[in-house]
């Protein structure tokens, strides 16, 4: 029942990006490769297309953005769920941690949820495989060597530490 879990089924706790300014670039960088592929076509010139290709592919790679009402992560009473990586299981989670990370001129908001198992058996549902077409697109999920799966929380519609406090709440919760 559980393995079977697919990403639209999960319910409870859950954050989609956000509606604000998160995806205007996405559109304007559509627009340029419009623009760029009808003056490849018109005038002939191959640099054009490149100018296309790269605008198009900044576009391809951000779509998941635009899907401001899709459940990006979450938490139900099985655990916590990441879209395109899966279920983690609660009582696989050894922390969640809330870090800032100065980047730039920014600071960037990550969730780090550490594992105290290995990925396979941590996971309740795996959601890794991905459809060939979304096999470029942004994750919103890394993972480094050490088992710690990280998620910027910046693009999302709630605030980074509204999230972090559910999730450490029904972590607590549901773990005990």
């Not at 105290?116 to 058996?121: F, G, I, Y």
Request: hydrophobic residues 50%.
């Amino acid at each position: 029942m559980i393995a079977a879990l697919q990403e639209q089924d999960v319910g409870g706790y859950s954050v989609a990006y956000g509606r604000e300014d998160t995806y205007f670039p996405v559109y304007i960088t559509a627009a340029l490769a419009a623009i760029f592929l009808t003056a490849s076509w018109i005038t002939g010139a191959l640099y054009w297309l490149a100018l296309a290709a790269a605008a198009a592919a900044f576009t391809y790679y951000n779509i998941p953005l635009l899907e401001a009402g899709r459940p990006t992560i979450g938490a139900n009473q099985y655990g916590i769920f990441i879209q395109a990586f899966g279920l983690i299981r609660w009582r696989a989670i050894e922390r969640i941690d809330l870090a800032e990370i100065a980047e730039r001129a920014m600071t960037v908001h990550e969730l780090q949820i550490a594992l105290n198992v290995p990925l396979s058996s941590a996971l309740v549902a795996d959601w890794r495989k991905r459809p060939i077409y979304r096999l470029l697109m942004r994750l919103p999920w890394s993972m480094d060597h050490r088992g710690v799966v990280r998620v910027n929380l910046d693009p999302f519609d709630r605030a980074p530490d509204e999230i972090h406090r559910t999730f450490l709440r029904m972590w607590r919760y549901y773990r005990s």
